[in-house]
C-alpha cells in the first residue's frame, strides 16, 4: 500500500487527511501550527512529523493541501524538495495558479519526483463525506499511480490534461462561483425591495434559467438563515478568481465578467476582512441598496 504524507491541515486537508487515514494508508502529517498536526495524530492512525520535510522521507504519494502556490514553493524549499524520494509524487490540493505548478513539476522532474495538480471542489461537506470533485493536471499514468490515495476523499476525479490544468479548471470555477453569489445577490435585493420575498423568488428561480448552485444550495442555507458559516474565505475565492483573470490574460480571451469577478471580490474582501467568508459578500450588497434578502 502507498505511503502517503500530507501537509496542510486545514478546514479542508483536515478532513481529507482523515479520510486517508481511515482508508488504511500509512500516513504522516504535518502542519504550520504543530500542534494541529500533533492532535490530528491522536486522534487518527497518522504519525506527526516535526517537519515537512521528516513528514515526506519515506512517502510514496506527498499531499500538499495549503492556502496558495507560494505556499507549496515555500514548503518545498523549506526541506521538502530534498526530502522527497526518486520515484515518490507530489500531489497538489491546493487551488494553485497554473504557472507555478508548471515550474516546480519541471524542478522536481528533474529529481525524478513527480507532480500531479489536482485541487479539490465541494467544500468542508464534501471533504468529510469523501464526494469531493478533483481536478487533476499531469501525466495519465502519474494519475493513475496515486489514484488510490485521492479515491479516498474524492467521488469524481477528471484528468483534465497536462500539468497546470486542474489548476486551472478550479480557477475558472471559482470566478464562475463569484459571479453567481454576487448576481444571485443583486437579484435578490432588488426583488425584495419591490416586496417579493427571497424564497418566491429561489423557488422560481431555481425552478428556471437563472438557477446556479448559489441559488439552489447556497443562498438558502446561508443567507436567508443569516447564518453565513466560515467555510471558506472569500480572500481564497478572491485568489483563485484572480487566477483564472490571468490566465484568460495569458491565453488573450477578453474576459471582462472574469476581471469583474476577482475586482468584486477584492471590494468585498476589503470592506469584510480577511476572515469572512464568500457567501457574506452579498452582505455588501445590501449595504449599499439599504435592504436585506429576506
Known sequence: MLSVAFLGLGAIGRPMARRIAAAGFPL?????????ATAFARETSAVAARTAGEAVEEADVAVTCLSTSA?????????VLESLKRGATLLDCTSGDPATSRRIAEQLGARRVS????PVSGGVRGA??????VMCGGEAADLERVRPVIESFGKKIVH?????????????????????????GEALVAL??????????????????GRSNASMNLF??????????RTFRL???????RIAAQIARDERVPAPLTQLAADLCTLARKELGEEADHVEAVKVIEAWAGAEVR
Do not use: H, Y
Open 220 to 229: 438558502p442555507e446561508r443567507v436567508l438563515t443569516r447564518a453565513f458559516p
Open 28 to 36: 504522516t502529517v504535518w502542519n504550520r501550527t504543530s500542534a494541529r
Open 192 to 209: 425584495s425591495k419591490l416586496g417579493v420575498s427571497a424564497r418566491v423568488a429561489l423557488d422560481v428561480i431555481n425552478a428556471s434559467s
Open 160 to 184: 483534465c490534461g497536462p500539468v497546470g490544468a486542474g489548476d486551472a479548471v478550479k480557477a475558472m470555477n471559482q470566478a464562475l462561483l463569484a459571479l453567481t453569489i454576487w448576481g444571485t
Open 115 to 118: 507532480f500531479v495538480d489536482a
Open 235 to 241: 480572500a481564497l475565492l478572491e485568489k483563485d478568481a
Open 71 to 79: 505556499d507549496v514553493r515555500q514548503v518545498l524549499d523549506g526541506g
Open 128 to 133: 468529510e463525506d469523501g464526494t469531493l470533485t
